[in-house]
């Protein structure tokens, strides 16, 4: 469960917990180019030159006789991984109850605190069957930054009757798809879809990153941020934005020349995407109307050099018409209406 949380989500009153009767998902909120990449992620992962061939050049969902032979012979052993959704708040347009989501984490299957996998005959007999995202399928008590989680449901309605106006919308973690992970592969013969990226330097990091967050055997019970807000502070002065009718976008790169575009897959963190790319900062969120980055400093924003640091970002921003905010940690957690003061006399200048 999410700790350390402030007294002021208490003011949110229902919006902040789980609704009481079905809702949608405001996947706007999710950046486009995230929801791209992972519609091919589904059935058997990574997808291989390999794969293809056997195949006759269409892979479906469930694995395919020659597939089937394939793993079998060579003994491969897969871990199912759920691709989790967390939502923060939710709104009711209309008559319509819609939740604004905040991360998208893959988590592994587990049993009694350990990671389990399988052989090609588990996969098989799912069969293929697609996750239908909902209250239903979904891990209670979940904490997307610890990877920590109290139940989790296979559907049959239990977690939404065990949550539904009690509990926290923040830790409800909805499975909106699964996939099998092979713990062998020739990382050399990984087939992506990567059209979608600008240049082959993109696509490299893209990799890189995809094997990284998707495609790296999970060794412990724990979860892969793969889109979203990274610590609980953003969080809650994400909420407190949310209270106050703004919906900020997470995580935004901003290049020198004033660009700005939403991360995917924390591309930005390799080493050689971003000296090539020259990233100038990523904000935790950004308010594209207002022209406003917003960052949340923990504790080593207070040292002098990062302080001096921050200040010549904020300089550089301030050139290419960009306006930032500095909120501080210890200020979300001890009064976080006031730290949505700050953001909102930024707006108005």
């Known amino acids: 469960m999410i700790s350390d949380r402030p007294e002021r989500l208490s003011d949110f009153g229902e919006k902040a917990i789980v609704p009481n009767q079905p809702f949608a998902v405001s996947w706007e909120m999710v950046p486009e180019v995230v929801r791209v990449s992972l519609m091919p992620v589904s059935g058997i992962q990574p997808l291989t030159g390999e794969m293809f061939k056997i195949a006759g050049g ?30 923060a708040w ?11 989501p905040f991360s998208i984490s893959a988590v592994p299957s587990s049993k009694r605190g350990k990671v389990t996998q399988n052989g090609i005959e588990f996969v098989a007999a799912l069969n ?25 449901s296979t559907g049959g309605g239990v977690a939404f009757d065990f949550t539904a106006g009690k509990s926290p919308i923040d830790e409800l973690g909805i499975v909106i798809e699964r996939y099998f992970l092979a713990l062998d592969y020739n990382r050399d013969d990984v087939a992506e879809f990567d059209e ?54 997470c995580q935004c790169i901003i290049y020198p020349d004033g660009c700005v575009y939403q991360s995917l897959y924390d591309v930005y963190t390799d080493v050689e995407f971003r000296r090539g790319q020259n990233i100038l900062t990523e904000a935790d969120m950004y308010l594209p109307d207002k022209r406003l980055a917003i960052f949340c400093d923990g504790a080593h924003h207070e040292r002098a050099k990062q302080q001096k640091k921050d200040a010549k970002i904020g300089k550089q921003l301030a050139n290419l018409g960009i306006q930032s905010v500095r909120v501080p940690g210890r200020l979300i957690n001890s009064d976080l209406e006031a730290a949505g003061d700050l953001v909102s006399k930024a707006i108005a200048g």
């Open 90 to 100: 939710w709104e009711d347009s209309g008559g319509e109850i819609t939740a604004v």
């Open 128 to 152: 293929g069957a697609p996750v239908e995202p909902s209250s239903d399928t979904a891990y209670v008590g979940f904490d997307p930054f610890q990877g920590e989680h109290s139940l989790f």
């Open 196 to 249: 979608f990226l600008p240049d082959d330097q993109s696509k490299k990091a893209y990799l890189r990153n995809r094997i990284k967050k998707l495609y790296t055997p999970f060794k412990a019970v724990e979860c892969r941020r793969i889109w979203g807000l990274e610590t609980p502070i953003e969080l809650f002065l994400f909420q407190e934005l949310l209270s106050r009718g703004l919906r900020p976008q």
């Open 58 to 87: 269409v892979l479906e969902t469930a694995p395919s006789e020659a597939e089937f032979k394939l793993f079998q012979e060579a003994g491969t052993q897969f871990q199912m991984i759920h691709l989790v959704l967390s939502l």
